[in-house]
């Protein structure tokens, strides 16, 4: 079963839990900048309750792993386009101003924030968000062991199914040797009909001959009578 200590500890088992973004928003709203897909320190830190300052120690001392999952620092024209971008896309309250850095900015995705979530120790939501991630994870895990049982009885009633079909072959051999058997017989027998059907086309034919033969023989006869009469 998957704990917490070991997702806190493990970088392998966190990068295994990186595309549940959905569990920070199970948590808590997540407020983004105008573009919807970064935040900065400052709101990744109001997000968990904690201060700033705990937010860049942690990434100070994971920012290989922060950065695989997100993290940039923006500086000079870089850090100017993303704020003309972002004001292109600005729409706060009445007064209120897009907040601009002045010489660096770091940016978080969701990634990241969950990455921040699964290190951060000393925060209530951070804490809420790996109990989440570890109820789903243990529930999935649950399912498979319970798929992999049914999977193995379904095996065991193959197996049995794969005995019956070994003893019911020898039986399916002789059925088909005596359909084969039969299939011979039938074409020996269509053979014979064929023969005797032309058998009975010839006596047909000398049938009609006979019929005009008796029919020349009694026209014969009447002539003969006739000429008989005469005399």
């Known amino acids: 079963m998957l704990t917490e200590v070991a997702l806190l500890e493990s970088r392998a088992l966190r990068v295994e839990q990186m595309g549940r973004v ?8 997540l407020v983004m900048l105008p573009d919807g897909i970064h935040v900065r320190t400052e709101d990744v830190a109001r997000y968990f309750g904690v201060s700033t300052g705990a937010v860049k120690k942690l ?3 994971h920012r290989a792993e922060m950065e695989e999952n997100g993290l940039k620092l923006l500086r000079g024209a870089d850090l100017r386009t993303f704020h003309g971008d972002m004001l292109s896309l ?3 309250e009445e007064g209120q101003s897009y907040p601009q850095a002045a010489t660096q900015l770091t940016l ?3 990634r990241t ?3 921040v979530a699964m290190l951060l120790r000393d925060s209530d939501i951070a804490r809420c968000v790996r109990t989440y991630l570890l109820d789903a994870e243990n529930e999935l895990r649950a399912g498979y062991v319970s798929l992999d049982r049914r999977v193995t009885r379904v095996e ?5 199914v794969g005995t019956a079909l070994q003893e019911l072959g020898p039986v399916l051999d002789r059925m ?3 359909l084969d058997s039969l299939d011979r017989r039938l074409d020996a027998t269509n ?3 064929g023969a005797i059907s032309v058998r009975l086309c010839d006596m047909a034919d000398d049938i009609v001959r006979i019929d005009t033969r008796m029919d020349d023989m009694a026209q014969g006869l009447k002539d003969l009578r006739r000429r008989r009469h005469r005399c």
Do not use: E, I, M
Request: overall charge positive; aromatic content about 10%; charged content about 25%.
């Open 22 to 29: 959905d569990a920070l928003d199970k948590v808590k709203g």
């Open 113 to 115: 924030v969950l990455n």
């Open 191 to 193: 053979q014979v009909v």
């Open 156 to 160: 065991s009633c193959l197996a049995g």
């Open 176 to 178: 088909s040797y005596r």
């Open 90 to 92: 600005w729409s706060g």
């Open 108 to 110: 978080y995705t969701r």
């Open 59 to 61: 990434v100070q001392r």
